[in-house]
């Protein structure tokens, strides 16, 4: 009772009140747990009594998945893509390859004067790999004991085979890795990278382009692509495998049409080829070859005469004509030019007209159905209308080529001639500007001046180094502006890292300026001297 009575609050004292900190902290306090409350008792009801959300039907949805494909993706005045996007798939990936052969093609010849191409690929790679060249490669590499136990357990399984006889016992392979195995990427991508790492040393730094066991190797210079051949025969006899000469091939391209050189006999002999495409020696472009599409008319013939029912002909016309031909012929780009467009509408009407004779697609299905079902007046877009809202959803391949036909250049060596033109410009007025003394608008700040060696820093107030990045910067600029574009497809861009053709203009754009740099020093420190 002491204790409660002299912790008792005494009535006649007065009140003292709280300071302002204090106040404002209890009164967030106090806001803060009612919203707390607040939010724990809506979620208490939701749960009790569940919100129901009726699924929009299926035609809204087709349709908001349509808005949705034609919005417009955020570009800059250029209607760049992201530079850093890659392709997604391995047949994104050898598109994106053709068009990246084609456009070095095209800048090397003119730079350049020619250009030598390789393509091979190994003949049955994960069957034929040898046990031992794995073993090797690994404990090369340093692999413990344990683990090239366990490379060795995984490879060498024993096999059997279905018509062998029950005494006959199993055998251990000694070549060989299972196909579609995580463990034989492993094993394929180890050893295939001693290749890469031998071709990148005999070429002083070339790039080989590979997808697993398919390879490709193209320079300006012949004697580079030479080497790289070379280290690749060496590759295949030291590590046991065998390259496939009938996939291989090899072609030297000269800007000037009489001149023709003499290919090195070490490169393999053939056609550089890649689906219904193979590359022209004369014309540097790849053409689509159609006795390879003859051949697969006639299967295609054959297929459709084997469906019975309308919508499994439709799927495989579907599948022939706007995926199978249409990924066989290339992905249009402006590296390509509008020729090559142009020859996959001849190709797809040729393959329409061996099929159908003088009559359409739609000809066909109309009288078939009205032979079958007596159904007359059919109007054509009730074939092209989605399987999904009542249509049977047949495919135009001619409409996507027809619409961007006009959008690629029809002359892609047209924009070799105008980056030349823009060039000899910028440095005619340059040079002008330099003459009489005046000087280009570049914000350069002292903080970036800093960073730059003391022979730029000495005369940065003259004007010259700004000239001159002036006139380097429109360079550079034009010449990426021309690989990007060639590169330039319908639908996206892929910028690549590897501007080996413009490597060499930036490295003589730093040694010109470096000349430049000392020269006007030197100049500048003379008219110092002169002026003391």
């Known amino acids: 009772m002491a204790l409660a009575s002299a912790q008792a609050p005494n009535p006649n004292q007065m009140a003292v009140p709280l300071p302002q900190h ?147 016992e199993p055998r251990i392979r000694k070549r060989g890795v299972p196909g579609a195995h995580a463990l034989s990427n492993v094993c394929a991508e180890t050893v295939l990278f001693c290749m890469d790492y031998a071709v990148n040393q005999k070429t002083n730094g070339q790039q080989l382009y590979r997808m697993h066991d398919d390879f490709w190797i193209f320079s300006p210079s012949h004697e580079t692509v030479v080497a790289g051949w070379e280290a690749i025969t060496d590759f295949t006899k030291v590590m046991g495998v065998h390259l496939n000469y009938g996939k291989s091939g090899s072609v030297r391209i000269h800007r000037d049409k009489d001149e023709s050189g003499m290919i090195h006999p070490s490169l393999p002999k053939g056609d550089i080829r890649w689906g219904f495409l193979h590359l022209d020696p004369v014309s540097g472009h ?64 040729r393959i329409q007209r061996s099929i159908f004779s003088d009559k359409s697609v739609i000809d066909h299905l109309k009288m078939t159905i009205q032979d079958r079902f007596g159904i007359l007046d059919i109007p054509d877009g009730y074939f092209y209308f989605p399987a999904n809202l009542g249509g049977l959803e047949l495919h135009n391949p001619f409409i996507g080529l027809v619409q961007l036909r006009d959008s690629v250049y029809g002359h892609p060596e047209s924009a070799l001639d105008c980056f030349f033109k823009a060039e000899e410009e910028a440095y005619q007025k340059a040079k002008i500007a330099y003459e009489t003394g005046k000087v280009c ?92």
Request: net charge positive; with cysteine; aromatic share 12%.
């Open 22 to 168: 204090l106040r404002q902290a209890q009164m967030q306090a106090q806001s803060y747990a009612l919203r707390q409350a607040q939010a724990q008792a809506q979620a208490a009801m939701q749960q009790a009594q569940p919100m129901y959300h009726p699924q929009p039907p299926m035609r809204t949805q087709a349709i908001n998945r349509q808005q949705k494909q034609l919005q417009m993706k955020p570009s800059d005045d250029y209607n760049f893509e992201d530079p850093n996007k890659k392709p997604r798939s391995p047949m994104e990936t050898k598109q994106f390859l053709l068009h990246l052969l084609s456009t070095e093609m095209l800048i090397n010849t003119r730079l350049h004067g020619e250009f030598t191409c390789v393509h091979s690929e190994f003949d049955a790679w994960s069957p034929s790999l040898p046990h031992s060249t794995i073993h090797a490669v690994l404990s090369f590499l340093g692999l413990s004991e344990k683990w090239l136990r366990f490379f060795r357990t995984f490879v060498e399984s024993p096999l059997k085979f279905v018509n062998s006889g029950i005494s006959e």
């Open 286 to 349: 790849f053409i689509i070859d159609q006795g390879m599409v003859d051949i697969h008319i006639a299967e295609l013939k054959r297929q459709l005469l084997d469906k019975k029912s309308i919508f499994s002909w439709i799927q495989v016309f579907n599948t022939f004509a706007s995926r199978f031909f249409t990924f066989n012929f290339g992905k249009p780009a402006n590296c390509f030019g509008r020729q090559h467009v142009d020859s996959m509408l001849e190709s797809l009407e």
């Open 441 to 532: 608008n570049i914000m350069l700040s002292n903080k970036s001046l800093g960073a730059l060696p003391g022979y730029v820093t000495a005369f940065s107030d003259t004007g010259v180094l700004r000239q001159f990045l002036s006139c380097a910067t429109t360079s550079l600029y034009c010449a990426f502006r021309l690989f990007s574009i060639m590169l330039k497809s319908h639908q996206e861009i892929w910028i690549s890292c590897r501007m080996r053709s413009f490597r060499a203009i930036a490295k003589n754009f730093t040694l010109r300026m470096r000349e430049i740099c000392i020269q006007s020093s030197m100049n500048f420190s003379s008219n110092r001297e002169r002026k003391l």
